[in-house]
Structures are given as structure tokens and as C-alpha cells.
């Protein structure tokens, strides 16, 4: 291992120790009807809240991750995130998954939101590849549905690209495209690949990559453009009068330039362990994303701005900040990316890499994690104190897990790559 990606004993400890509490603060989202709620600030289940299909996958996503790691308390919990996509979340007359289900007066499952998404369907591949691997036999026919969903209404061959949502019926795609739903599919496809070997996978996810990356984002100084019309042309103006939109906020998203960095870096290694010489490019433009992110979305302490450190949520196509809360997941995904740049680069780049790692390391350890209440906090004001603006409530363990899981995985063409070869 190149010294900049050594990790310390001291190192491992804080590792280990954020994904086990992380994986203790998930298990109380249990919902007595099926799948996974809504947690609050002090991880209270939210049941009067619907079940979304996307926290439901994600949180089986985390619990199949962490039972593939030795973690034997989280299989009951992986079989119950797999009997709610069997059951209350299934829609059993149209295929695919609800966005999210409420329970009636009479105690029956109804739809709170029947559309089918791509972004929450992502998810649903993604989680069922992960508990295929932690051994769960229901786990394979659920991704094989999952998939063959995704190839019948959500790719488009045409744009090599996925629409992003539907109606109940699949009869009619929303106009709107966007990258983000694009880009957990680039994920989730890199984890179905890893699971099934199927290549088609893997060639979808460099497509969807390289439209994004080599061309949306590089044609526009690496300031990723989130929001498209059907022809995939950049609606720049985008929800400009909704700017704390929690999944199509206006302008730049700084947590997205790293997360498609990282991605596109796990494309590269997916690719050469299949014997293909992966394009220059995916470096290159991993490399400019991450600057990219930085440049515009890391904030030093200013006290004639009354601004604490931290990363913006968002800005807008001159690196000038919307919206600048500090959003966990931002700061996750720059860890995650710094550290996975560390280990792809030669050793003087790489060191730079480390020290941006462990920088927002301690930040995140700092000022997100909460070590009276558990998890992290998902938000803080422009000054790091807690705020409400975008998120309420801690939803959401799995940015934060996988951010400190993937240092001990080494190189990884997805995280269930990575836990499978780590598994005891």
C-alpha cells in the first residue's frame, strides 16, 4: 500500500468505530408495517411518515454491507428491507416499485406516491445486489426483477442515458432528465455487474459516465449541469426559485462533482479487471471534478462573512454560493473521493489527496458527528451550527457509512466489491 493511504491504528479505530455506530443508529428505523422510517435528530422512527422506497434501500444496502462484514445482527433486518420490496412497496399490477406506501385506517398498505423512479429504483438494484452477496437466496430474483425493470422503461438506448421518472402505469415518462438519478444507476450498475458479471452492466454505467462526465460536465468547466429537458438539453434556470430543493436544487451540486469523480474512478477499475484499458479520461476528468469541487464549494473560515469551514451545498455557474449550508453528505463524498484519488495517483499527487482526506476527516468529526444522539448531523448553517434548512432528521446512514467503510476496502469497483473481498 502507497504511504498515503496507510491508516493508522488510531485511524482504524475511528473507522470501525463510526461504522458500527452508524449500523446501531440505522437498526432503530424499523417499521412495524414493513421497510425502513424516517429517523428524527434523536433517531426516533417517524411511523406517521410514509415509507420511502429509497430510505428503504439504502438502509438494506448498509445492513447487507455490514452483515457481508461479519455483522450476523443485521441479517434479520436485511430480510425485512427484502420483504418490504416483495410486499408493500411491489406494484404488483404495473412492475416496479411505489416511491413510497402509507398505512390506511383499516391498516392496509396504500401508495403516498405512486410514480416509479429512477433514482429510488436504482436503489433497489443496488441494495438487493449487496444482500445477494451477504447470502440472502430472496435477494436474486428481487435484483433480476430490479433490472429487468430498469432495461424495459428506464434505459433509452438512443440517448445512452436513463429517464429519469414515470407514472404509475410506465406509460408516461416525466419531460425532465436529470444526472442524479443517472448517477446512483451508475452505481447500481456497477454493483450489478460486480454481482452478475452480466458486461452489458458495465457498459451502460461507462456510457451514462462518459455523457455526464466527458461531455455535460467537461463542456461546462467541470460545473455539472444537474437539470435537462428531454433532449437532454441544460436547463440551466432550473427550480432557481427553489434552491434548497433536496434533489433538484438550482445550480451547481458540489457533493455531485465528488461523487462523480469517485464513480467514475470505480468505472476505470471495473474496467481494467475485465482486460479493457479504461480511457485516459476517466482519470483526467476525476482529477478536474474534485478541483472542480473544491474550488468551488470548500469554504475557509471568514470572520468578515460571519462563515465558518465547510462545503457549500450549492452554486451557481460562476462558482458563486446558493445555498451555503453545510450538508453532510457533501462533505462524505469529498472524503470518499479524496481518499479514493489517494489511492489511483502516484505518490507526491496522492499525499495532496491524503491531506484533503484527513482535513475533512476531522471537520466531519468535528461539527457532523453526533456523539450524544448518534449518527451525523445532516445539516449546519453557514457558522456549523445544526439547521434545518434542507434536511430534518437523520434519514440517512449511508453516505456516512460508505464515506468509513471505503478506506479499509482498498481498490473497489463498487462498495460490495470492496466488502466481499474484506469479508472475514
Known amino acids: 500500500m502507497a504511504p498515503a493511504t496507510r491508516l493508522s491504528e488510531a485511524d482504524l479505530e475511528f473507522l470501525v468505530g463510526q461504522t458500527t455506530s452508524l ?14 422510517a424516517w429517523l428524527d435528530d ?36 436485511v430480510a425485512d428491507g427484502l420483504a ?11 412492475g416496479g416499485w411505489y416511491a413510497s406506501v402509507s398505512t390506511g385506517p383499516d391498516g392496509a398498505t396504500v401508495p403516498a406516491d405512486n410514480s416509479k423512479q429512477a433514482y429510488a429504483h436504482a436503489f433497489v438494484i443496488l441494495a438487493t445486489a449487496s444482500a445477494t452477496v451477504a447470502g440472502h437466496e430472496d435477494a436474486r430474483p428481487i435484483l433480476d426483477d430490479g433490472l429487468a425493470v430498469f432495461d424495459r422503461s428506464f434505459w433509452r438506448d438512443a440517448d445512452g442515458l436513463a429517464v429519469d421518472a414515470y407514472d404509475r402505469s410506465f406509460e408516461n415518462a416525466d419531460p425532465y432528465r436529470g444526472v ?10 456497477l454493483a450489478a455487474h460486480d454481482v452478475t458479471g452480466d458486461e452489458v452492466h458495465l457498459q451502460r454505467a461507462l456510457s451514462i459516465t462518459s455523457h455526464v462526465v466527458h461531455e455535460f460536465a467537461r463542456d461546462n468547466g467541470y460545473r455539472l449541469p444537474e437539470h435537462y429537458d428531454e433532449q437532454w438539453r441544460a436547463v440551466l434556470d432550473y427550480n432557481r426559485d427553489q434552491p434548497r430543493d433536496r434533489f433538484r436544487p438550482y445550480g451547481v ?16 477499475t471495473a474496467l481494467a479487471r475485465t482486460g479493457t484499458e479504461p480511457p485516459a479520461w476517466l482519470l483526467d476528468d476525476a482529477r478536474a471534478l474534485f478541483d472542480r469541487g473544491v474550488e468551488g464549494g470548500w469554504q475557509r473560515a471568514d470572520s468578515a462573512a460571519d462563515q ?7 452554486t451557481d455557474f460562476d462558482a458563486n454560493p446558493v445555498v451555503a449550508d453545510r450538508l ?4 462524505t463524498e469529498a472524503i470518499a473521493t479524496a481518499w479514493t484519488l489517494a489511492l489511483l495517483t502516484d505518490d507526491n499527487e496522492a499525499q495532496a489527496y491524503r491531506q484533503w482526506f484527513d482535513r475533512w476527516v476531522e471537520h ?30 437523520k434519514p440517512d446512514v449511508y453516505h456516512a457509512y460508505q464515506a468509513m467503510l471505503l478506506p479499509r476496502l482498498g481498490e473497489v469497483s463498487s462498495f460490495v466489491d470492496g466488502a466481499a473481498r474484506l469479508a472475514p
Open 328 to 331: 453532510h453528505w457533501v462533505v
Open 180 to 189: 442524479n438519478a443517472n448517477m446512483h444507476t451508475v452505481e447500481a450498475l
Open 23 to 36: 449500523v446501531e443508529f440505522a437498526k432503530r428505523s424499523v417499521h412495524p408495517d414493513g421497510g425502513f
Open 84 to 94: 418490504a420490496l416483495r410486499g408493500r412497496l411491489r406494484d404488483e399490477e404495473f
Open 364 to 393: 466531519a468529526r468535528e461539527y457532523f458527528v453526533d456523539e450524544k444522539h448518534g449518527s451525523w448531523r445532516h445539516e449546519l448553517d453557514p457558522q456549523n451550527r445544526p439547521s434545518h434548512h434542507v434536511w430534518e432528521g
Open 253 to 268: 451540486t458540489i457533493g455531485h462533482l465528488m461523487e462523480w469523480s469517485r464513480l467514475a474512478l470505480h468505472v476505470r
Open 42 to 77: 434523536d433517531g426516533n422512527p417517524l411511523l406517521d411518515r410514509p415509507v420511502e422506497l429509497w430510505i428503504t434501500c439504502r438502509m438494506l444496502h448498509v445492513f447487507a454491507l455490514a452483515e457481508i462484514l461479519g455483522d450476523t445482527s443485521c441479517r434479520p433486518l
Open 308 to 314: 465558518a469551514e465547510g462545503f457549500v451545498y450549492t
